[in-house]
């Protein structure tokens, strides 16, 4: 079964307040799509640490010398 018949079958059995309220579903639906533009492809990031131009240092795991008193 297609889409189309599937809606069309569950149509069929509904009382006429939810109908209209399909309708303006669907209208409302067509005003705000418009077929004429294309999707634009979703930006694809490289994740952490991927910008250009930064370095991460050798040591970056290392503790920081600021919190020596905190350490055990």
Same mark, same amino acid.
């Given at each position: 079964? !297609?889409?189309?018949?599937?809606?069309?079958?569950? $149509? %069929? +059995?509904?009382?006429? /307040?939810l109908? @209209?309220?399909?309708? +303006? &579903?669907?209208? =409302?639906l067509?005003?705000?799509?418009?077929?004429? !533009? /294309?999707?634009?492809?979703? $930006?694809? @990031?490289?994740? &952490?640490?991927s910008? /250009?131009?930064i370095v991460? %240092? *050798? *040591? =970056?795991?290392?503790p920081l %010398?600021? =919190?020596a *008193?905190? @350490?055990?």
């Open positions: 079964m !297609t889409i189309q018949q599937l809606i069309i079958s569950e $149509v %069929a +059995h509904q009382p006429e /307040p109908l @209209r309220e399909l309708w +303006h &579903y669907l209208k =409302f067509k005003s705000t799509s418009d077929e004429t !533009t /294309p999707v634009s492809q979703p $930006v694809i @990031r490289k994740g &952490y640490g910008v /250009p131009g991460l %240092a *050798d *040591d =970056f795991d290392s %010398a600021e =919190f *008193d905190y @350490r055990p």
